[in-house]
């Protein structure tokens, strides 16, 4: 199971941490990725961190979002700043042993999403 959390109502430029807790199984087996969904749009890759340590962003986030994992903590992370209302949707972490990276059909493990909600 994935539990993602730490989305809410921020303004342009604000900064937020999203955490992905995984429990029932290993986040080491496990390459991650991060998606997510507007209103009325369809489901977005966002960044995605391999097993070797290299990481995807879209490129309409590079530089401003980074993500992370701590598999001691079976966690991974996805650090934004410098949020636009653009950024606004439904953030879903999710995990994936093969397949493209950006790629919602690759991930085999999905959280249930938090919102983000930026406003001007």
């Known amino acids: 199971q994935l539990q993602a959390s730490g989305g809410g109502p921020v303004r342009t430029g604000d900064s937020l941490r999203l955490s992905c807790v995984v429990s029932?199984?290993?986040?080491?087996?496990?390459?991650v990725g991060w998606f997510r969904q507007a209103p009325g749009k369809e489901r977005e890759f966002v960044a995605a961190?391999?097993?070797?340590?290299?990481?995807f962003y879209t490129d309409s986030v590079k530089g401003r979002f980074f993500i992370s994992r701590d598999d001691a903590k079976n966690a991974a992370f996805l650090l934004m700043n410098n949020l636009k209302p653009e950024d606004t949707a439904v953030y879903y972490c999710?995990?994936?042993?093969?397949?493209?990276?950006?790629?919602?059909?690759?991930?085999?493990?999905w959280g249930q999403g938090t919102q983000v909600t930026v406003s001007s």
């Open positions: 961190r391999q097993w070797s340590g290299d990481t």
């Open positions: 999710a995990l994936r042993s093969g397949g493209f990276y950006n790629y919602a059909h690759s991930y085999d493990f």
């Open positions: 029932g199984g290993r986040l080491l087996s496990y390459a």
